[in-house]
């Protein structure tokens, strides 16, 4: 069987984050969320792999090259306009052979998720499960294992029970999605909407791990899930009086330095130089390269690399962007904010701050809960900052 992997889109609501790469390459746990798709598809045998790119392609292709380091073979196509999934499923024509497999790379899900979208073996099915946000999805009604309705990002009391965007089709579907685009319908959903009269499309139940980054700060949610399973390996050099509790992998050529504290689940990647005395808590992941000054403590955060922490920091719920240079002494509150987000303002239960990548932050700063800085900025030292700041900014 084949598997089609949409991953053409951009991201924009995640924004600062995907100004220099696709949502599918940003990294959770060290690695990017595409390659969880990879990984699940790989793990039921499903190694014939068709990626739909387009948005910052490079990123992707570079990566993943032909597969084979995955123990896949990949198979690329170039969406140029990005005018919705079904518009991408048009350019699949001469590339399915048989019954395939549709997925969002953008997703996190788990071979156990695939598994069960594989339990159907004719006709077309939806994986589906129940969210307690479904109003960010496609809900769907169910009668006698049959989807009856598609509603996308309904109002409240339309159901929890969501489409995933993992679909299970026979080859004849892949026709009536291209004559679905040429009738003015861009994404899945909407044609499979058009087709519930027509088509029968069962609803399987997924029995696993899938969950989706809306906006930035569902990437932290995503952080954790993906850092529970990780084991506990430790190939840098550690230094006397260092204190390791719970699942924690540090990678080689990184350097923990004496009273140092980490507890997991933690990943940290190759090349970092950390502490000394410096204090990790759980569900932080750290990338590679990254440098982090004494007396400096990170929580339920991801930090990507290159990136350079002075001391007396303290950062929670955050996420630091490649390259970024943190000076002594910034300090962030970490709690409930409105963020805006495209225009339209979100509650988030609790935050801490958002920064782009190339950012240079200088000492004693001070941000609220919230904050989303842009890439290329500059902050100066003593400033305090909140709210949204652009991109290529410099606050003095």
């Known amino acids: 069987m084949q598997a089609v992997v949409l991953a053409a889109g951009e991201g924009t609501r995640l924004r600062p984050f995907t100004l220099a790469r696709p949502k599918v390459m940003i990294p959770i746990g060290n690695k990017p969320i595409l390659e969880f798709v990879v990984e699940a598809l790989v793990a039921n045998g499903i190694k014939d792999i068709v990626m739909v790119v387009g948005y910052k392609k490079e990123r992707i292709m570079s990566f993943f090259g032909d597969g084979s380091r995955f123990g896949a073979q990949i198979t690329y196509i170039i969406q140029d306009k990005q005018l919705g999934t079904a518009h991408a499923m048009t350019y699949l024509k001469d590339k399915i052979k048989g019954r395939f497999l549709v997925l969002p790379g953008d997703n996190i899900i788990d071979k156990e998720m695939v598994a069960s979208l594989l339990a159907l073996k004719e006709g077309n099915s939806i994986l589906v499960t129940e969210s307690d946000e479904p109003s960010k999805?496609?809900?769907?009604?169910?009668?006698?294992?049959?989807?009856?309705?598609?509603?996308?990002?309904?109002i409240d009391g339309a159901g929890n029970i969501i489409s995933t965007g993992l679909y299970n089709f026979e080859p004849s579907m892949l026709g009536l999605i291209e004559q679905g685009v040429r009738n003015g319908k861009y994404g899945i959903s909407d044609v499979l909407k058009s087709l519930l009269g027509q088509v029968e499309i069962k609803a399987i139940f997924g029995n696993g791990q899938w969950d989706d980054a809306v906006y930035p700060w569902d990437l932290i949610r995503l952080n954790e899930i993906a850092l529970g399973g990780k084991g506990q390996a430790v190939q840098g050099i550690i230094e006397q009086g260092v204190i390791l509790k719970g699942s924690v992998s540090i990678g080689r050529g990184t350097r923990i330095r004496s009273g140092t504290y980490i507890e997991g689940p933690v990943v940290i990647g190759e090349g970092c130089d950390i502490g000394p005395m410096t204090a990790i808590f759980p569900s932080t992941s750290i990338g590679e390269g990254v440098n982090i000054g004494p007396f400096t403590s990170l929580a339920n955060s991801i930090i990507m690399s290159n990136v350079t922490i002075g001391s007396h920091v303290h950062i929670s719920q955050s996420i630091i962007d490649d390259?970024?240079?943190?000076?002594?002494?910034?300090?962030?509150?970490?709690?409930?904010?409105?963020?805006?987000?495209?225009?339209?303002?979100?509650?988030?239960?609790?935050?801490?701050?958002?920064?782009?990548?190339?950012?240079?932050?200088?000492?004693?700063?001070?941000?609220?809960?919230?904050?989303?800085?842009?890439?290329?900025?500059?902050?100066?030292?003593?400033?305090?900052?909140?709210?949204?700041?652009?991109?290529?900014?410099?606050?003095?």
């Open 137 to 154: 999805y496609g809900v769907v009604s169910i009668q006698d294992e049959r989807i009856r309705s598609l509603e996308e990002k309904p």
């Open 323 to 396: 390259n970024v240079k943190i000076g002594p002494s910034f300090s962030i509150s970490s709690g409930q904010a409105t963020v805006k987000v495209e225009g339209k303002y979100h509650t988030v239960k609790k935050i801490g701050i958002m920064v782009g990548e190339e950012t240079v932050i200088g000492s004693r700063v001070v941000a609220s809960s919230g904050t989303v800085i842009g890439s290329f900025c500059s902050i100066g030292d003593g400033t305090t900052v909140s709210g949204n700041i652009e991109n290529r900014s410099i606050v003095i």
